[in-house]
Every structure is written in structure tokens, then in C-alpha cells.
């Protein structure tokens, strides 16, 4: 069955205002908790309202905004338990599509890591390329699980964890040394060593629930900001 024109358009501008709306909440350029409103975001990103509707229902799915009838959309806040739910559910199934992968091993996988691992180790925050290459670590790590299920909820909970973990990034005081922690975890798979690497991988996860609570109790210490109810952040043009 093919669309209609009006209908091709709402959801290519629905898809695009997804991606800027998942990067933006998952960077916490969008804070946790605020209200979104469908009329003054689809002018801002300019799409349609029925479009942006779409998109905020997509990211509803992907557990990165909250829809209440009669109270329409808004971003949801920061919450230890559902972070530990996150971290206890992603470990189970990322450290399960690890094994699989690692069982499935082939010399062009264990390439794909090692490349993965270097982009990672010298990407620069600017642009979003650090955080494009720690997602694609992670995902080359299940590279090699055969089951579709398990990678597509992977990458749902990464998803629902990076946001967590951009929130930590610059509140938290302790330093933490994630280029070691990767390092490891590559190091035990290529070795073969599968209990190390799923023991390496799940406390790499774990430790971004340490950092959070570290995050929250700093910014209970400092002013709340202040900010328009609804508008987005303004985006830089492109150099």
C-alpha cells in the first residue's frame, strides 16, 4: 500500500523530529521533567503538529517521554528506582547477547570491536561524536548474538540508560576512568575469557547508577536554572 503525499510527509518530518527530539532529551538539552508542548515544539522544529504528535509518541515507546491523558506530553525525571530497574534488566540482557556473541566469535568481529574500541578512545565530545562512539562500542560488543529480540531490547535500555548517564557526566565529582573499563572489556573478550568479560561489562553498567546518586546529591546542593517552560534549546548552526 503506498502513502499519500500528505502522508509520506508527516512521517518523514514525524522520523526527523523524533531523532532531534531522542538526541536532545537522551543529552539532557531537554531536561528531565519538563512539559512538552506539541504546538511551540512542531514551529521550533518545523513539522506539522500532527507529525511532532507522532514523534513524541515514538519516544513514549522508547521510554524517553511520559504521556498522561489530559496532561499531554513532558519528560520524564530523574528516578534512582527506575534507574536501578534499568540497570538490573540491561545487565541480564546485555551481558546474555555478550555471551552469545562471544560464542559466535569470528576474526572480522573481533576486528570490528578492536576499530570500535579506537574510534571510542579518540573521539572528541563536540557534535555528539563521543557519545556516537561509545554507543557503537557497546553495540559492536553483541555484534555477534543471533537473536534479534535480544539486540533490540539491548538498545531500548541503552537508550533509557544513556540519558542517565549524560545527567551524571559534568554533576558528578568523582573521576571516572571509562577508557580503562572499556579497555578491560575488550582486552577479556578478545581473550576469550567470557565470565571476565560479563563480569567487566556488567559492573561497566552498574557503575552509572554510583555516578547518578553522586549527580543527584550535587545538584540538591545548587540553584535550580531557569528556563523557558517550553521552547528547545537553540541549536548552533552548522560550521
Known amino acids: 500500500m503506498y502513502l499519500r503525499d500528505d502522508e509520506s510527509s508527516i512521517r518523514s518530518n514525524a522520523s526527523r523530529a523524533y531523532v532531534i527530539m531522542r538526541e536532545q532529551i537522551i543529552r539532557n538539552e531537554v531536561p528531565p521533567g519538563k512539559k512538552l508542548n506539541i504546538a511551540v515544539l512542531a514551529a521550533e522544529l518545523a513539522v506539522s503538529p ?36 534499568i540497570t538490573q534488566v540491561r545487565i541480564m540482557i546485555e551481558t546474555s547477547a555478550l555471551e552469545q556473541s562471544m560464542a559466535n566469535a569470528e576474526t572480522r568481529w573481533l576486528e570490528e570491536i578492536r576499530r570500535a574500541f579506537k574510534d571510542l578512545k579518540y573521539a572528541v565530545e563536540p557534535d555528539g561524536q563521543l557519545a556516537d562512539a561509545h554507543a557503537a562500542f557497546h553495540e559492536a560488543l553483541v555484534g555477534r548474538c543471533g537473536s534479534p529480540t535480544l539486540k533490540r531490547l539491548r538498545a531500548s535500555l541503552y537508550l533509557a540508560s544513556e540519558r542517565y548517564r549524560c545527567f551524571a557526566r559534568y554533576k558528578a565529582t568523582t573521576r571516572r576512568d571509562a577508557d580503562a573499563e572499556h579497555r578491560a572489556i575488550l582486552d577479556a573478550v578478545l581473550q ?6 560479563k563480569a567487566l561489562l556488567a559492573d561497566h553498567i552498574r557503575r552509572t547508577s554510583l555516578f547518578v546518586r553522586e549527580a543527584l546529591a550535587s545538584e540538591a546542593n545548587a540553584p535550580a536554572p531557569t528556563s523557558n517552560a517550553n521552547s528547545l534549546p537553540r541549536r548552533k548552526p552548522a560550521s
Open 50 to 85: 500532527g507529525a511532532m504528535r507522532e514523534a513524541l509518541s515514538r519516544l513514549t515507546a522508547d521510554n524517553l517521554v511520559l504521556a498522561k491523558d489530559q496532561r499531554g506530553f513532558s519528560v520524564p525525571p530523574i528516578s534512582m528506582d527506575e534507574l536501578e530497574d
Open 192 to 197: 576469550g575469557d567470557t565470565n571476565s568479560a
